[in-house]
């Protein structure tokens, strides 16, 4: 697709729980690309010498800031504390964060951790769904606050739909934030530091949410993210690529997380644990390669187990993928913007299938009425993670970087882009996902 290039690309898949097929391309890196965009959109071309002129490939140890996948393992995380019984899934937040969250509009109804990690919370994500240092995320829901939005972080009632907490799915990034609050006040831990402890380390995988806790060869690894164009509303397929994140050129950044203007780095030591879980992105921050996200897709495959050791429980296993979320038609119990999703379990969904013109069922990219995923879009990188337990497969594939804007560069049966429509196709071919 040369008027539709890809910066670089890695992919994975599964057949009975094991990896059979691993493959790498472009660049991770690339030395010659256009960077420094000022204010009025400019950019200038690389002068200074050293590692950042370097074209350096993709392998399948490239580490990646994988978006929305992130949520996943903030599920799996989760799914650990309700094993030791320190987190209840159906208990109000509002008890683990040590103030009250509820949604004006439904104050009688609590919010639990169960909606939050199946998008069914009536919360909402509005201008904003992260705060910098030293803010507390509970000032999203402080009338007053310049985060507030005038109560754009709740649903609010509608005539002809039940949009209250537990009863309808709406995707929000401000539900993990709130999760990783709620982690971090369970166990007294920053919520970088939980991960790693609690799932990272258990699984021996080199990945982190917080960058400067990667070693330094999996950091000298680490993607930027590039589209060919300044942001997601500025693009032009004929120019340069334009960096977008985790820029780094070799240099651990100064703070791993967002500061408010005039803070050091060294205010990270003064956090106080559980009142910003959304600093390390829980939505979106995990930096994982494409061997870490096999292992993830054989952990679901393997019952919560994978080489035999076992992290999770079976049964923790078929709680993340049992529909907590089902889509209603009649009731008109949803908002997909475009992704039609049909079911949600916890950390993971289920996407529509689509019938053919000769009626033929194909399933769509990142789900399909057999397939548990999650996929993610982010400054530029595209991605996907899904398995079917009944085949024992599984795939997922990573993009650095995309020449066009996805969303409007759609494929022919499904919202996905063209270049993961075809990623999926050939997947679901190769490894008879969804097949008898």
């Known amino acids: 697709m040369p008027q539709a290039p890809l910066s670089g690309m890695a992919a994975i898949g599964l057949r009975d729980g094991k990896v059979v097929y691993e493959g790498a391309w472009g660049l991770r890196h690339i030395g010659h690309a256009r960077r420094d965009v000022d204010d ?55 008890e683990y964060l040590g103030w009250r969250l509820r949604n004006p509009h439904w104050l009688e109804t609590p919010i639990t951790s169960a909606m939050l990690l199946s998008h069914c919370s009536s919360l909402r994500d509005g201008d ?66 939980f991960m790693g402890d609690e799932l990272f380390s258990p699984l021996g995988l080199d990945a982190a949410f917080n960058p400067n806790l990667l070693s330094d060869g999996a950091f000298a690894s680490l993607a930027t993210l590039y589209r060919k164009g300044f942001d997601e509303t500025h693009w032009d397929s004929s120019g340069p690529w334009v960096p977008q994140f985790d820029d780094h050129r070799g240099k651990r950044p100064a ?37 870490d996200l096999g292992v993830l897709i054989g952990l679901f495959l393997g019952d919560g187990a994978i080489d ?54 194909r399933l769509l990219p990142d789900g399909g009425p057999s397939l548990w995923a999650h996929s993610a879009e982010a400054y530029g990188l595209l991605g996907g993670m899904a398995f079917d337990k009944d085949s024992g497969s599984g795939y997922a594939y990573l993009i650095g970087g995309t020449g066009r804007d996805p969303r409007n560069f759609k494929g022919e049966y499904s919202s996905r882009s063209r270049w993961e429509e075809a990623i999926h196709g050939a997947f679901v071919e190769e490894l008879s996902i969804g097949k008898a």
């Open 128 to 193: 904003n769904y992260n705060l910098p240092l030293p803010r507390r995320i509970e000032d999203f829901f402080r009338e007053g606050t310049d985060v507030y939005e005038g109560g754009a972080h709740y649903a609010r009632p509608e005539k002809d739909r039940d949009l209250a907490p537990g009863r309808f799915f709406a995707y929000c990034n401000l539900n993990t934030g709130i999760m990783g609050t709620i982690l971090e006040r369970v166990t007294r831990k920053r919520f970088d530091l």
């Open 308 to 361: 035999g050791k076992r992290l999770l429980s079976r049964e923790s296993i078929r709680a993340m993928t049992t529909g907590r979320w089902i889509w209603n038609p009649e009731a008109r119990n949803g908002d997909f913007e475009g992704t039609p999703v049909r079911e949600m379990g916890l950390g993971l969904m289920r996407i529509g299938s689509y019938s053919d013109a000769a009626g033929s069922d």
């Open 40 to 94: 009025e959109g400019d950019v200038g071309d690389e002068s200074d010498a050293g590692p950042g002129n370097l074209d350096l490939p993709v392998t399948p140890d490239t580490k990646f800031r994988v978006a929305s996948i992130s949520k996943t393992t903030v599920a799996l995380a989760a799914m650990r504390l309700v094993e030791r019984g320190q987190l209840e899934l159906d208990r109000d937040v509002s």
């Open 255 to 291: 703070s791993p997380c967002r500061l408010s203007p005039g803070l050091g780095p060294d205010a990270l030591d003064a956090y106080e644990i559980g009142s910003n879980g959304s600093l390390f992105s829980p939505q979106g921050g995990l930096r994982a390669s494409i061997r």
